[in-house]
């Protein structure tokens, strides 16, 4: 195993939190674990330069301490979609010194949890997509479907679109975001039908939540089962 791409149905979805959790469950395996957020927006200026809160509790989930310029490469103020972000900061994200950020984080650990932005489609640059990072990467990614009314046509959209990418979608993670869901087990039954992947968890409503509460909800032990499949492939899709 070596890095994940956590992708979600949407803004919100819970990727961050699913992914402290699984960086936590890998860890129980005596696995080296980092945590790798390469585009976000809405970031906080310190004294050492912009900071993202996902990124930073990514890095403080991970095994060893690392750079923040490599856990999170570009970190942009405005909390807008990221192109529009890195347009008004005059700054073209480089899927090069993300890629060699990752291997950097990838030679000393030995899985790195990588957590996209936004959902599956949303544009990093003018031709290329979160989609397109995940490629480029040449990891498996694993779709974190947020709970809540809607969330079946935005899951199903989203693993076809993976999937068509070319990308390798080893599994989903229910995230329950809205406490009221209606007929939770019925959509579940039915994701569980309709999604070409396996259920790696659910992680039920808690507002108290914790990486080492989510970790036991998850199926780690799937994981290495799903990696070794072969991913479907249809050609690659851009947004261009």
């Not at 050492?48 to 991970?62: F, M, P, T, V, Y």
């Not at 073209?92 to 996209?116: C, M, P, S």
């Amino acid at each position: 195993m070596s890095g994940i791409f956590i992708t979600g149905t949407d803004t919100d979805c819970g990727k961050t939190t699913i992914s402290l959790g699984l960086m936590a469950a890998l860890q129980q395996q005596d696995l080296r674990v980092l945590g790798m957020k390469p585009v976000a927006s809405g970031c906080v200026m310190t004294p050492e330069g912009l900071r993202n809160a996902d990124a930073l509790q990514l890095l403080a989930q991970s095994s060893h301490r690392a750079p923040y310029a490599l856990v999170n490469p570009y970190a942009f103020a405005p909390p807008i979609a990221p192109h529009l972000a890195a347009i008004q900061a005059g700054i073209t994200i480089d899927f090069v010194n993300i890629i060699k950020a990752y291997q950097t984080l990838a030679a000393t650990a030995e899985a790195v949890i990588v957590e996209g932005v936004g959902g599956w489609r949303v544009p990093l640059m003018p031709n290329q997509c979160v989609s397109d990072l995940a490629l480029a990467l040449e990891i498996p990614v694993i779709l974190v479907v947020g709970l809540k009314l809607g969330c079946l046509n935005h899951a199903l959209l989203t693993a076809e679109s993976i999937r068509a990418s070319g990308a390798h979608l080893i599994g989903w993670i229910g995230n329950q975001i809205d406490p009221k869901m209606q007929a939770l087990n019925a959509n579940l039954a039915t994701l569980n039908e309709l999604i070409a992947a396996p259920c790696l968890g659910v992680v039920p409503w808690n507002t108290a939540v914790n990486a080492q509460q989510i970790a036991t909800q998850l199926k780690v032990e799937l994981l290495t089962q799903s990696i070794v499949m072969e991913p479907a492939s249809t050609g690659i899709i851009t947004c261009g």
